[in-house]
């Protein structure tokens, strides 16, 4: 049974630092793609980071560029998104999102809904 489940969110100021979590398990082999992806009031799910995991390619949306970073911890199968020099415009539900199949990580960020696996989300607030 795949599942994935995120948490890590909280408040936080401009400027400062938060690591979301997504615990994924089920996958029976590395033939699969993970990925971070935000939902704002209004807007539609955005794609922020993905990772294949077969070769470890990775993808960042070009407002994170810098800022995120996103790993996997193979033994905790656990995938990380340390997020740094938060911005007010970050502010949002942040979700884990994942797909058998292993194509590539670009591919899953642009299209997140092709992935079969979401978590509840956690919800970040960025703010003075």
Same mark, same amino acid.
């Given at each position: 049974?795949?599942? +994935? !489940? ?17 615990? !994924? ?6 033939? /699969?793609?993970?990925? /971070? ?15 294949? +995991? ?25 995938? *990380? ?10 502010? !949002?539900? *942040?979700?884990?999102? !994942? ?11 642009? *299209? ?5 696996? /979401?978590?509840?989300?956690?919800? +970040?607030? +960025?703010?003075?």
């Amino acid at each position: 049974q795949v599942q +994935v !489940a995120e948490s890590g969110g909280g408040s936080v100021q401009p400027g400062g630092s938060l690591r979301l979590s997504c615990a !994924a398990s089920g996958f029976t082999d590395d033939s /699969w793609v993970i990925g /971070w992806f935000r939902q704002a009031p209004g807007k539609e799910h955005e794609g922020i980071s993905c990772l294949r +995991v077969s070769d470890g390619s990775t993808y960042y949306q070009d407002s994170v560029k810098g800022r995120f970073t996103i790993s996997r911890d193979n033994a905790k199968n656990t995938v *990380y998104l340390q997020m740094n020099s938060l911005k007010l415009e970050d502010t !949002a539900v *942040y979700y884990c999102a !994942a797909s058998a199949g292993g194509y590539y990580a670009d591919y899953a960020c642009r *299209y997140p809904y092709g992935l079969n696996y /979401w978590g509840t989300g956690t919800p +970040v607030t +960025v703010s003075s």
